[in-house]
DNA sequence: TTTGTATTTTTGTGATCACAATGCTCTAAT
DNA sequence: ATTAGAGCATTGTGATCACAAAAATACAAA
């Protein structure tokens, strides 16, 4: 029936206060950020509406947002697939990362009043939990929460759609990627950023972030390792 | 007829090989960025498309990209607008720009060879003869095309997006504002910039992109001039 | 004049349809 | 066996329609 692999996305039941655009959107970019659509993957408009159970017309418009953010990306033949990984767009994006979010993380301390430092202690006691657990899922989702709870404490919000943008492009791979690892050590950074907040150091917070976030990509620190973890996540795609 | 301010977009006429839903996008674009949609005016679907000549579906489309990247807002109410300009906020921009745009520019360096060096001198000297002329129309845009074209020099391009968003949220207001200005100083950083790159020297590049922002934005240096500039920009609007 | 309510209009949403363009498949010729 | 081309199916695009929600309006009472 399919010329490719079947798409399967795990599928939530709708809110009734959410319209059916917003729910297509959460439904695509979580499947996207969790691998389940493999990168170069021809997606079309009607074979999505059919897989999700609606018409066309929110495919469309959760799509073209999706394509704005980066997550997407239209082909000349107007066709839309998940953007495919290299070595040196992999680079770019930590990179970008590296200079978009110690600098948010500065920008937002100062709103951090203690009901949010709170919020953050508690991911972190989850993110430990997770850690003794082994839940990849888990350790990456509550990392993921805890950069986004402490950079939306600034409530004059520019740099957090452009990170999460950034997010949306390096998660799939990332999940791909470790996906295959049997052990994934996370040293943990948050701590230390937790410290520098209390102390109010702007200076060691945006260290601590640089530091958390090399040390989250430290798996593929060889270029040997990178470009296997770059082919394996294409490999699917490539068929 | 309409009960707020009517609208009136520069209707540019559509080429065959671009889609409508593209053209529609690229009119409202730039519509925006020419201040010619004031901040707060509550936009609708079918009004928009009666002012384009097109149908609803079209504008839909385009609405929702732009909402993607932050140019316009979608209210609780579903309503539509263009984002009003907050000090804060602006401050946030620029200081948006000023992490990244230096960042962009070294990463882009290495990629420019001389043909590209050669527009970029180009556009450098259509700039001082707008300079000349006074024409800030031309100075803004050739400015934003010379930092443009610096950029995406680099092939793999990841920060260009997010950098197109920020402008694309500082444009209206900065037209607004100048606007009102009978002058407007342009102390000419792009040729520190483009001695750096003959160079090849990364840090100078940094500090002259650095420069020229914090310069092009020198107008609202004072706390109050911004102020005014940001009351003026939302006069319009608040009736 | 102001305030509360009922009526009318307009709006966003989502589905469906027509059409041209694109991709796919099957076949025939080399 | 490989390839070129014709025919067919599928696609994105854009227009139209139905409907419920929201906003604007009109009108009543204070």
């Not at 107007?78 to 290299?86: E, G, Q, S």
């Not at 430990?128 to 805890?146: H, K, P, R, T, V």
């Amino acid at each position: 029936m399919d010329k490719k692999s079947p798409i399967s996305v795990t599928l939530t039941p709708r809110l009734e206060s959410v319209t059916v655009t917003q729910w297509v959107y959460q439904t695509l970019r979580s499947a996207v950020m969790k691998g389940q659509i493999l990168p170069g993957r021809a997606l079309t408009i009607r074979e999505l509406a059919r897989v999700l159970g609606v018409s066309p017309m929110p495919i469309r418009e959760a799509i073209r947002q999706l394509s704005a953010e980066n997550a997407l990306e239209i082909q000349g033949n107007r066709r839309v697939m998940v953007p495919k990984m290299t070595a040196m767009k992999f680079n770019e994006l930590c990179e970008a990362r590296i200079a978009l979010e110690p600098y948010a993380a500065a920008r937002a301390m100062p709103y951090l009043d203690k009901e949010k430092i709170e919020q953050l202690r508690a991911i972190n006691a989850l993110g430990d939990q997770a850690m003794a657990q082994g839940n990849l899922e888990e350790i990456s989702s509550l990392n993921q929460g805890f950069h986004r709870l402490l950079y939306a404490a600034n409530p004059h919000q520019v740099t957090l759609p452009l990170i999460e943008s950034l997010w949306l492009q390096l998660g799939p791979f990332m999940r791909l990627a470790t996906s295959s690892l049997e052990e994934y050590y996370v040293i943990d950074r948050h701590n230390e950023a937790m410290q520098a907040i209390e102390k109010q150091d702007s200076v060691a917070l945006q260290l601590a972030i640089k530091a958390d976030i090399r040390e989250g990509i430290a798996f593929v620190n060889t270029p040997e390792a990178l470009h296997n973890f770059i082919e394996q996540s294409n490999y699917a795609a490539a068929n």
